[in-house]
């Protein structure tokens, strides 16, 4: 039973997946959040096309009046409809309710910010090779991705949360997960490397430098230059550490699945392993994989990572890639010498993120987490990278 009163207007609600679809239309929206002010701050609704407002629950509550209600609402930016969000669509439907009561425009989030956290999107990328299918998770910004060859699919990165879909996006495809592949020991997000092969009978496999990091499981690895075999196609290993020392990409055709080394605004932050003591010998590292590990691919490559940040802007047709050639000429390392290089990404790398010292040990197997444990501990933005942007 829930704790919060019953509006006493009727409450329209809007899913999740609408959401996600107006933005990623690019229609704007109009979005109240009534969750306490950390709350907000630290995890929230973001993109182009939305304009969130702040107003928490506690002040609604206040607000008995119609008049005080319209005072309220408008405190909140943008025109039109109002979308009411809180952590699990419970407040949010009551202030619904009284905007609703007051003859405002509204409508609820169902299931808040965990439904907007269980939203994927998927679309399949351009180029030469297998067929390479993102999966875009818009809560936090993590990109993984199925690789389809034939009758014989692989996963890049995958979500403990979205394990589930890609069983289904494989069947749709005729094809059968073979291999499951992490890039690293993901420090943002509980990987479903083990459920997914578990599940499918697929091989588990993750860099050798990560199994070495104590990893519990029974894994197969992998080192720079192995390849792969899926189907009638292949993914070569290609070692870029800097990240984490197994920091490993994937080359699938012209596509390579960059994972945590290189974004379309920036790169990655070198701290999650080793702390701040070891942070400048793995951005050293991280700028040698930049700009010697990948001199081997030309302009053409298309890079797909395995995170995008707040601002970021998809291609036109919404996936989150670029070439190598655009990525050599809009960011900045590229064109650095090493020492600059490390003495910008130290002076940059943002707050840890939550939890993911938990989040680590999970992916490790040091720390077994059932599903909704695994879903409430990654709860929140990636902080992957070293800034918000390189190209500024």
């Known amino acids: 039973m829930s704790d919060y009163p019953e509006p006493d207007a009727p409450v329209d609600s809007r899913s999740p997946d609408w959401l996600a679809d107006r933005l990623a239309a690019g229609d704007p929206v109009r979005l109240l959040d009534v969750r306490n002010r950390d709350e907000f701050e630290d995890w929230r609704i973001t993109g182009q096309p939305v304009e969130p407002t702040l107003v928490p629950y506690m002040q609604w509550l206040q607000a008995d009046a119609q008049d005080t209600v319209a005072d309220r609402a408008a405190e909140i930016d943008g025109q039109g409809p109002i979308t009411v969000v809180c952590g699990k669509g419970e407040a949010s439907a009551y202030v619904a309710g009284l905007l609703t009561e007051a003859g405002i425009d509204a409508h609820n989030l169902e299931d808040g910010m965990d439904g907007w956290a269980r939203v994927d999107r998927t679309l399949e990328l351009p180029g030469e090779g297998p067929t390479v299918v993102q999966f875009q998770r818009p809560a936090s910004g993590c990109l993984s991705y199925l690789v389809v060859a034939g009758d014989e699919a692989a996963v890049i990165d995958p979500l403990r949360a979205f394990t589930d879909r890609y069983v289904d996006a494989a069947t749709d495809r005729d094809a059968e997960i073979t291999t499951v592949v992490d890039t690293h020991v993901h420090a943002d997000h509980v990987s479903g490397l083990r459920e997914l092969a578990a599940e499918t009978g697929a091989t588990p496999v993750l860099p050798r430098l990560s199994v070495q990091r104590g990893v519990e499981s029974d894994v197969a690895t992998v080192v720079d230059g192995e390849e792969l075999q899926v189907g009638d196609a292949t993914l070569r290993a290609v070692h870029l550490p800097g990240h984490t020392t197994g920091m490993t990409a994937f080359a699938a055709g012209d596509v390579l699945l960059s994972g945590d080394s290189l974004f379309l605004e920036s790169v990655a932050r070198p701290d999650l392993q080793r702390g ?115 190209g500024e």
């Open 276 to 390: 701040e003591g070891g942070a400048e010998a793995l951005a050293a590292q991280l700028y040698e994989s930049l700009t010697e590990r990948l001199a081997d691919f030309d302009d053409d490559t298309l890079v797909a990572p395995g995170h995008y940040g707040e601002g970021t802007d998809p291609a036109a047709d919404g996936a989150f890639v670029a070439t190598l050639g655009d990525l050599r000429e809009r960011l900045p390392v590229f064109g650095m010498e090493r020492t600059e290089f490390t003495a910008r990404i130290m002076r940059d790398i943002p707050p840890q993120p939550d939890n993911f010292e938990r989040i680590v040990a999970a992916n490790l197997g040091l720390e077994r987490l059932d599903d909704d444990a695994a879903f409430e501990v990654e709860l929140g933005p990636n902080n992957c990278a070293a800034t918000p942007s390189l």
